[in-house]
Each structure stands twice: as C-alpha cells, then as structure tokens.
C-alpha cells in the first residue's frame, strides 16, 4: 500500500478505503492488497494496460523506488520487457544493480525477476552473446534460489520472524516449497503462515489441505508409500502449525495420532528443539501437559529441557515416573536407531528432573535407570569418534554410581573381554582397543564423576575449583595423546565443563576465564556443534549470556573459513542463529541472513557451471589465434572454482589445462609454473597433461618433451618414447632417444618389459 501511495500520489487511506469500497476483486491482508483470484488480475491488465508512452512514464516512476522496495523491484522487469526497453533491463541484470536494500531473500528475488525477462528480451532482440551471459548468470541464481527455498522450509520457524509479512505471503504463492510426499508444500506453507498471527486464517486453510494430502497418503500401498516418503520433520511441521494455530492439547493430539507410538519421541524432539529456540516455554509446559500417557512425546521434551538445565512440570515428571516404576512398562528401541541413541539418555534426563524435584529417592532412581542400562557396556564405548551414546551411557553410570555412592572405576565399563586384557597382572604391551579405551573413556570418565557429583549436590561449592583442577589432571594423565592435540576428548569434555560451571549456579567468572583459556590453548579448535551446544546453553542462563557472543563468533569464524560444501556452512549459520536467538534477535537474524547469503553463492551446480565454461573454452580455442589474457583469466578463474569444490577429485583438472593449453600454448606453462609457486593443484599431475595435449595437437614437437623428462612427473614413458621415435629421421637418432629414456626410466625403477 506505502509503494501504492507513492506511486499514484494519493494518501494510504484512500487507497485502503477503495480496496474495501471495490470489494470482492480486491483482498487486503495488513499492508498489502491482493487480487481475489487469477481471472480477475488478467481481467484488469487487459483492461487497463497502459499505452507505450504511458507505460514508460509509469516505468519512469517506479524505477528510483526499486532500490527501496522488493515489491517494486520485483515488477519493474516485466514493465520494462513490455514497454520494449531491452537494452535497458539487459544491462540491469547483467550489472545487479539498483537491488533493494533489504534482507537477502528479497534481493535474489528480484535479481531472479530480472534475469528471467532479461533473457527473453534478449532473445527477441537476437543479442544471443548476451542470451548466453544471462543464461550463465540464471543458471546459478536459480540453483541458489533453490538452496535457500530448502533453508526457509527448513526453518520455516526462523524465516517467519525474519522475514517480512509481504515476502512470507509472496514465497506461500509461488508454491516454493516440495517434499516426498504429494501435497507436502502445504504443511511448509502451513508453518511460514502460522508464525503470524494475522495470517492464522491462511494457515488453517493450508493444514486442512495437508491433511487431505496425507489422508490419500494413508491409502497407498506399501509400494506406493516407498516412493512417495514421509519424514518425521514433516510430522513436526504440522505438529507445529497445530500448536501456532489451535492449541499444545490439538498438537499432542496430533502426535500421539501416529504409529509406531516413538514417532511422538522423534518428531516431538524436533518440535521441542524449536520451541526452546525461541524461548517458549510456556507452550512446552503446555504440550508437556497435554501429552497425557504419551511417553515418547514426554521424553522428547524431558530430554531437550535438560540439555539448556530446565525440566518439565512437577506434575508431569511425577506421572511419568509413576509410569516407568510399573514393572510392566519398559520402553523399547524399536528398529529406529536414532531412538535407540537418545533413549537411555531421554530415560537419565527424566531421572535428572526427579531429583531436581525430590520425587524418589536415590535407590528408586538407581533402579529404574540399571533397567534401561546394558548388561555389559558396549564395544562402541572406547571409539575415538564422538557419539551420542557414549556420551549418554557413561553420564547414566556415573549417575548410577553416584546414586548408589560407588565408586565406579574405569574396567567396570570395558566389556568383557576387554575387561579380562585390563585386569592382567604385568601385562607388558596393551592392545589398540585397550589403548583407545584408556585414553578415550579414561580421559572422559572423570568429568562425568564430576558432574555427578555436582548434580546431586554432593560437592561443596567452595571445593568447586580444586575438583575441577584434581580432574583435568586425572583426565590428561589418562590421555596419552593429549586431548589437546587430538580432538577426540576435548568436544565432550567442553560440554560437560561448561555444564557443570552452569549447574554451580552464581556467575563463576573467575572459572569460566580458565574455561576460556583452555578452550584458547587447544591445539585443535572445538567443533562447531560444541560450539553451538555450549552458545545455546550459555544464552539461556542470565549469567553467562554475555559470553555466548564469544561462543557465537568462534563457531561463526571457524564455519567461515573451513573448506565445506555450501549446504554444511548454511547448516552451521542456522545452527549458531538458533544458538542466539534466546538473548538477541538482532545478532540471530545477522546469521540467518549470512546463512542465506552463503546458499546464494556457489554451491552443488559449481562442476556443472565450471563444465559448460570448458565447453565454451574449447569452441573458443583456435590455433592460428593464440588468446593469452583469455587463457590467463580462465586459470584464475579455475582457481575461484576449486575454492568451492567439495572434493579435489571432483574437480576436471585434465579437462581444465587442456583448455587453457588449446587457448594459448605458449601461455600455458606460464600459468603451470604460477600454480605450482601457489600450490594450487598437483604439478606432477597436471604437467605431462598439458604436454601430451600439445604434442597431440601439434603445438610442441614430440623430442621437446624429453628435455623435460628429468622433472619428477607422472610420466607416461611408454608415450613419449612412442611419439619421439616417431619423428626420428634415422636410426642413430631413435637410439639416442631410446637410450635416453631407458636411462630415466631405470632410475624410477619402471617396469620397461
């Protein structure tokens, strides 16, 4: 309505007053007007379509106003196509520039707007050069629009507060979002909507429709149900839509609607997961209350309040464990093995909120916990890969042991074999597997002790720092290997620190400047997701949010500048915007939208993009015509695209120096030894390549090669020996080259049968 107002000169009020004098064409939603249905906007651009004087007068208008709106900017290419202004949209799209000055999804809307009419204009005025820019060009922002519509269907709940009303209406229309299932997008379209109240209204229309969809779904047959797939983010889409739209009763109705009954565990994990993102308690509470019997979807909340140090209501927890201590209720992993993981940790986070509430006492809790516990630790438990499930068993035993007031020693949880090598009388040589259980459970079971030991209370607060102290010594000496070198140990043990730091309670600046200077001294930084679990954390307790803008920028620096696939660094951006957004929307919405900056860039269509400019290279190349600045451009260009390519053996090195070399041959062993000044790619790779290419094409003679045979190469002798004798022109010249390759070829120590 604001563009409207400044475009016709006439005051906003006005404008809303004929939109509801003029009734059912019009539809007004907030700050926006809307035509009814499809019929009636072709109806009114035919009818009143402008003349061509007319119509570039409007252009005119709207043309300083497309750098401070979407809306505007979005329409002006579809104006300038029709009023015949090619060269003039061209060269708008081919210079990005004019671009709205808001969020970066608006920006690569309208860039999207003008390379898409751009193109067809120049397609109508026969500038196939340009054509062919602007297909480059679209090729890539489509790929990238498509990376960012997986990001904000994703994160449907974090688009919504981003974004602007007008964009989220926009992106609803277009029917962006997709799944595995038909009628999928309406469950993405459902949560962008139900995050504004003044849409609540649209939402309900659009799960109603998800429902239909997932009615005619149900009706499948085993078959037909494989190829169209339902994911349990999908569940808890619409479990979130319900709980925006109606209430947490209708959404814990829904959930526990599903079989298996663990799909509640799952998706009601990811909808707890959301809501603590943004601080909704409340509606936790709710849904905590709601769930009635249903276990799994109790779990899920139990289990995430936890990890941030909160629990459900007392009531809640009260039952649940009523339930669990009923000697014929024990839960069951199922096939799932996600489920398998977090169960004993969902079970030991109940346990934790019972004792925070005084609900059993310690035999009671001891108990219950020893029936979901192994027989016999695992195998898995002294791995040197992080997991959830050593994380989960070894906090339950030491739990358990700090119920129990044991002492749990270190070959208690070795299995049994492994167990029987440990307790060996002088024992001279340990093998691999009791070398990694030593170094890695050794070195993680006394921090475990000692969270225990602080979660039951049985740690006095003045003896806090020495405990920590006497642990880091007992957990070093245990590690070979220093956890500071390697970062096997280092993760757990930053999150179990941190923990206990926050279970302390008070500020404990003085403990978290150690923390922070251990963190600064590992020789190997903290992962990212440690990172964030440790931000998240720290942003929901008053003492130390200041710190997780520390947290924050460390995994943001570090996402930054690792080589990763885009799709990975988009991933991390979220994750830290989520960590975040308890303590500042400002400093989560700057993530967001770097996140959304970084799926705009180069990403999975990098190899083909990279593989249509070789084509081009190659139809370029003429021998008579050597084009050195344009060889030289394309090796730096070569250099820019390997800066995003996943994998080096992704990357077409033998496809990308042959074209170079076919551009300018001279040139090309210039840019050879510039590349090996840099490190950039294999030397010994990438020089016998150029050189069989130019013998092949006749831009070297074949004898020149060996006088280059004494640099250390992946030489194919066989070849140049084969090509040499080939323009020898007696037999005295072809001894003398045969003799001087046979004596390379002894020195390698190659096979010349």
């Known amino acids: 309505i604001k563009v409207l107002a400044l475009i016709s000169g006439v005051e906003e009020a006005a404008i809303r007053s004929f939109a509801i004098d003029l009734g059912r064409p019009l539809m007004m939603t907030g700050e926006t007007i809307q035509f009814f249905d499809e019929p009636a906007e072709t109806w009114f651009r035919e009818r009143f379509k402008p003349k061509a004087t007319k119509l570039a007068e409007f252009i005119g208008i709207l ?69 062919a820019k602007l297909a480059l060009k679209a090729g890539g922002e489509t790929a990238g629009e498509n990376r960012q519509n997986n990001l904000i269907q994703e994160n449907t ?25 038909l009628g999928s997008h309406h469950a993405y379209e459902a949560g962008l909507l139900s995050a504004q109240p003044d849409l609540h209204g649209d939402a309900r229309s659009r799960l109603r429709m998800a429902h239909e969809w997932l009615r005619n779904w149900s009706k499948l047959n085993k078959d037909e149900r494989h190829n169209e797939t339902l994911e349990d983010t999908d569940i808890a889409e619409m479990a979130m839509v319900h709980l925006n739209v109606h209430s947490a009763a209708d959404a814990a109705n829904y959930l526990r609607s599903w079989k298996p009954r663990d799909i509640s565990f799952r998706a009601g994990t990811i909808l707890a997961k959301r809501l603590i993102d943004h601080k909704r308690y409340f509606n936790l509470d709710d849904l905590a209350v709601a769930a009635g019997n249903d276990l799994g979807l109790i779990l899920a909340i139990t289990l995430e309040l936890r990890r941030i140090h909160r629990y459900p209501p007392k009531k809640v927890v009260e039952r649940t464990l009523r339930l669990l201590c009923n000697s014929s209720v024990k ?11 977090n169960l004993l940790g969902a079970v030991a986070a109940l346990l934790e909120a019972g004792c925070q509430l005084s609900l059993r006492t310690s035999n009671e809790f001891a108990s219950l916990l020893n029936r979901y516990l192994p027989d016999n630790p695992p195998r898995s438990l ?120 926050v279970m302390a309670g008070g500020s404990q600046e ?3 400047d150690e923390f922070d200077a251990w963190i600064a001294s590992l020789k190997h930084p903290l992962f990212t997701t440690t990172l964030n679990n440790i931000t998240r954390v720290a942003a929901r307790h008053e003492p130390t949010q200041t710190r997780s803008f520390d947290y924050a920028r460390q995994s943001f620096e570090l996402t930054k500048n690792v080589r990763e696939d885009t799709n990975s660094k988009v991933t991390s951006y979220i994750d830290i915007a989520r960590a975040i957004l308890a303590v500042s929307e400002s400093e989560a919405s700057a993530y967001f939208n770097h996140a959304v900056e970084v799926a705009s860039n180069i990403g999975d269509e990098n190899l083909d993009r990279w593989s249509s400019i070789l084509y081009l290279a190659d139809r370029a190349a003429d021998p008579s015509k050597p084009v050195p600045e344009i060889a030289y451009k394309l090796s730096r260009c070569a ?22 070399a076919a551009l300018c041959p001279s040139s090309c062993m210039t840019i050879l030894s510039r590349w090996r000044d840099r490190q950039f790619g294999l030397p010994e790779r990438l020089l016998p390549e150029a050189i069989k290419f130019l013998v092949e094409n006749r831009s070297l003679d074949p004898l020149a090669p060996l006088s280059l045979i004494g640099f250390r190469a992946q030489w194919d002798e066989a070849q140049l020996l084969n090509s040499a004798l080939g323009v020898c022109e007696s037999k005295s010249q072809k001894s003398v080259v045969s003799n001087y390759l046979y004596r390379y070829m002894r020195l390698d120590e190659h096979d010349v049968s």
């Open 510 to 512: 003085v403990r978290l």
């Open 382 to 501: 002294s791995s040197s890969f992080i997991s959830n499930s050593r994380f989960h068993l070894l906090r339950a035993y030491s739990l358990k042991a700090a119920l129990d007031d044991q002492i749990l020693e270190l070959n208690d949880l070795a299995h049994l074999e492994l167990r029987k090598e440990l307790e060996k009388q002088n024992a001279h040589y340990d093998s691999q597997d009791a070398r990694e259980f030593k170094e890695n459970v050794g070195a993680l079971l006394p921090w475990h002790q000692l969270w225990a030991r602080v979660f039951l209370g049985k740690l006095p607060k003045d003896r806090l720092g020495a405990a920590i102290t006497n642990t880091r010594i007992a957990s070093s000496k245990a590690a070979k290997t220093s956890y500071r070198e390697e970062s096997h140990t280092s993760n757990e043990i930053a999150r179990l620190w941190f923990d206990i730091l």
């Open 331 to 341: 839960l069951s992993s199922g096939k799932q093995s996600d489920y398998e993981e």
């Open 157 to 181: 709940d974090l688009a919504a507060v981003f974004m602007d009303v007008n964009l989220v209406q926009e992106l609803v229309s277009r029917r962006t979002f997709g799944g595995g299932w």
């Open 639 to 660: 250099e820019l695209t390997y800066d995003y390519v996943d994998r080096d053996k992704h990357f077409d090195w033998e496809a990308t120096i042959r074209a170079i």
């Open 63 to 131: 043309k300083p106003l497309a750098s401070k709106s979407a809306y505007a900017g979005a329409a002006l290419p579809q104006l300038m196509l029709e009023a015949s202004q090619f060269s003039e949209l061209m060269d708008l799209a081919l210079s990005s520039e004019g671009l709205p000055d808001g969020s970066p999804l608006e920006k690569r809307d309208v860039e999207l707007q003008r390379l898409q009419f751009a193109l067809k204009a120049s397609l109508r005025a026969k500038r196939y050069s340009d054509a």
